[in-house]
T-cell receptor
Framework: GAVVSQHPSRVICKSGTSVKIECRSL??????MFWYRQFPKQSLMLMAT?????????EQGVEKDKFLINHASLTLSTLTVTSAHPEDSSFYIC????????????????FGPGTRLTVL | SQQGEEDPQALSIQEGENATMNCSYK?????LQWYRQNSGRGLVHLIL?????REKHSGRLRVTLDTSKKSSSLLITASRAADTASYFC?????????????FGKGITLSVRP
C-alpha cells in the first residue's frame, strides 16, 4: 500500500514550452502533496506544499507563477513548469501524505519515482 | 537552509562489511527519517525515529538518535551489493498537517561485490 506514481517519467521539451507533471496516490487519499526538485548528485529541495482544495504554499525563492501547482483532488496533484528554460532541467519528485492506510499513522511521506525534465 | 548534513559524503565498502552513515542537524526536531535513493529513482523510506527514541532496528538497519548532540547514525550490517545507493537523512520539525521534511545532502554508498 501507499503507492505514488508520477507521469511522465521523462520529458524532453524545447525552451519556452510548458510541461505538466502528474503525481497520483494510487491506494490512499493524499491530503498533502509535496513537490521537490533535485539536481544531479544533490539533495532534494522542497519547492512547495499543497493541501487538497487549497492553494499551494511555496518555499522561499520558488516562483509560483513559474511552477504552477494544482491539487484538485485527494489523489492527484500536478506541477506545470511554465515557459521552461534549460536551467529548469532537473529531477522533479513528488511525495504524498494522507489517510486511508495503516501506514499513515506515522505521518510518513510516500515518494513518487520522479520525473526527469530536460529542456533543450 | 539545509537542516541535515550527512557524513561521509561517499562511502565505499566491501560486501559483508558494515556501513555507518552519520547525520547532524541544527534545530530541535520531532523526528528524523532515513531514505534510500537508487540512481535516477525516487526515494524509499527506510526508518523513522522520534525525538524521544534513542535507537530503532529494522532488519539489517540500526538507527540511533542523540538529541543532545543533534546527530543520528544509520548502520547497515552485512552489506550487500544491492545496498549501493544514496542515503539521505531528513528531519521533521513538527508533526501534523504542517509537518514537512528537510533533507540532507546525502551519502553515496558503494558496496563492492
Amino acid at each position: 500500500g501507499a503507492v505514488v506514481s508520477q507521469h511522465p517519467s521523462r520529458v524532453i521539451c524545447k525552451s519556452g514550452t510548458s510541461v505538466k507533471i502528474e503525481c497520483r496516490s494510487l491506494d490512499f487519499q493524499a491530503t498533502t502533496m509535496f513537490w521537490y526538485r533535485q539536481f544531479p548528485k544533490q539533495s532534494l529541495m522542497l519547492m512547495a506544499t499543497s493541501n487538497e482544495g487549497s492553494k499551494a504554499t511555496y518555499e522561499q525563492g520558488v516562483e509560483k507563477d513559474k511552477f504552477l501547482i494544482n491539487h484538485a483532488s485527494l489523489t492527484l496533484s500536478t506541477l506545470t513548469v511554465t515557459s521552461a528554460h534549460p536551467e529548469d532541467s532537473s529531477f522533479y519528485i513528488c511525495s504524498a501524505r494522507g489517510q486511508g492506510s495503516p501506514r499513515m499513522g506515522n505521518n510518513e511521506q510516500f515518494f513518487g519515482p520522479g520525473t526527469r525534465l530536460t529542456v533543450l | 537552509s539545509q537542516q541535515g548534513e550527512e557524513d561521509p559524503q561517499a562511502l565505499s565498502i566491501q560486501e559483508g562489511e558494515n556501513a555507518t552513515m552519520n547525520c547532524s542537524y541544527k534545530t530541535s526536531i520531532n523526528n528524523l527519517q532515513w531514505y534510500r535513493q537508487n540512481s535516477g529513482r525516487g526515494l524509499v523510506h527506510l526508518i523513522l525515529i522520534r525525538s524521544n527514541e534513542r535507537e530503532k532496528h529494522s532488519g539489517r538497519l540500526r538507527v540511533t538518535l542523540d538529541t543532545s548532540k543533534k546527530s543520528s547514525s544509520l548502520l547497515i550490517t552485512a552489506s550487500r551489493a544491492a545496498d549501493t545507493a544514496s542515503y539521505f537523512c531528513a528531519t521533521a520539525l513538527q508533526t501534523g498537517a504542517n509537518s514537512k521534511l528537510t533533507f540532507g545532502k546525502g551519502i553515496t554508498l558503494s558496496v563492492r561485490p
